[in-house]
């Protein structure tokens, strides 16, 4: 299964970490493997580095830091579906947690607005 490759977006708004700044060659050393293993675990959907217009891979520091998990989760025996599969489990609970957070953010703004007062509890304390 092909995925079209990410492109630089021209003005796009994206934070330092997901910006793409480091070539293939300098990413392999970061994290200590082969370019080649970097291109295969592209092409089994573990991760997709933005393209230049030339084709270039570009990694963010994003990429690296799932690249360094990937690393970590395959020398525990994990194989490429499994690792697929927690890294997009992992992905769901950060969008989960960030949709709780601005919950709780605007509840708290609700609760100033009308001089209301209500608790919640909370699981990850």
Do not use: C, W
């Not at 079209?4 to 003005?11: E, G, H, T, V």
């Not at 060659?25 to 970061?30: A, E, N, R």
């Not at 998990?69 to 992992?90: F, H, P, S, T």
């Not at 709780?100 to 609760?111: A, E, G, I, P």
């Amino acid at each position: 299964m092909r995925r079209k490759p990410r492109r630089l977006a021209q003005n796009a708004r994206v934070s330092d970490a997901s910006l793409p700044k480091y070539t293939i060659g300098v990413v392999s050393q970061l994290v200590g493997m082969p370019p080649q293993m970097l291109r295969r675990y592209e092409e089994a959907g573990l991760l997709e580095p933005a393209r230049q217009a030339g084709k270039n891979r570009l990694y963010s520091d994003e990429d690296v830091s799932v690249l360094k998990e990937i690393a970590e989760l395959y020398e525990q025996g994990v194989n490429a579906v499994g690792i697929r599969y927690i890294i997009q489990m992992r992905r769901q609970v950060t969008v989960l947690q960030q949709e709780v957070n601005d919950v709780r953010q605007t509840l708290v703004r609700y609760q100033e607005e009308h001089h209301v007062e209500a608790t919640f509890h909370t699981t990850d304390e």
